[in-house]
């Protein structure tokens, strides 16, 4: 009998050693947020900057590269792509699709004759710049965010690149609109997804 409250008392013990050793390795690991060191799930989501291009530096093309682009709906990204290789990455945003008129057509389509530096609708209270035609002949375009009549950004609809928000076309920030409309010719690829 002396030898089981002993024996107990070991076990005991190498328990709370267990659970001291366990609690302070897990704790040591534990990502510390101060100011200076946010958890990343505490970052704010930051705004793009509609002025600036939003993957940097631009890639040079020459009239004999074969480009293409990809658009992923998901990601809210458009790829410029050289056979399989992403060459530069810009921030976009795609359809609401909350309805058939505000999605963005997913497939394989082509760059079309149609281009111009300026748009605005009436109807919708809303034009872009630097536009240029996918499908439909003028109706959905890679173009930049939202402008007012007086061709000046909307800030708040150009707040929400990087997300969903427009009526089908893919807006970018301003001079990436500008570089796909000088650098991108006419019966390029565009595969949407």
């Not at 150009?158 to 427009?166: I, M, P, Q, Y």
Request: glycine residues 8%; aromatic residues 12%; contains cysteine.
């Amino acid at each position: 009998m002396d030898k089981l409250p002993r024996q107990f008392k070991i076990g005991l013990g190498y328990i709370v050693a267990s659970l001291i050793v366990l609690f302070g390795f897990y704790h040591s690991h534990l990502p510390t947020h101060t100011k200076e060191h946010p958890i990343k799930s505490e970052k704010k989501a930051s705004t793009v900057n509609w002025l600036k291009p939003s993957g940097g530096t631009y890639p040079v093309i020459s009239q004999n590269d074969s480009v293409w682009i990809k658009v992923s709906k998901e990601k809210q990204r458009v790829y410029i792509m050289k056979g399989n290789k992403t060459i530069y990455t810009m921030i976009c945003s795609t359809g609401l699709d909350t309805s058939p008129d505000t999605s963005t057509p997913e497939g394989t389509f082509y760059i079309q004759k149609e281009r111009g530096t300026s748009f605005y609708n009436a109807g919708e209270k809303e034009g872009a710049k630097y536009w240029v035609s996918w499908k439909n002949h003028g109706e959905f375009l890679f173009h930049s965010v939202a402008m007012d009549k007086n061709g000046n950004v909307i800030p708040s609809e150009a707040k929400k690149l990087g997300h969903k928000a427009s009526h089908g076309c893919v807006r970018l920030a301003v001079p990436d609109a500008k570089w796909i409309y000088d650098h991108i010719r006419y019966k390029t690829k565009v595969v949407i997804g």
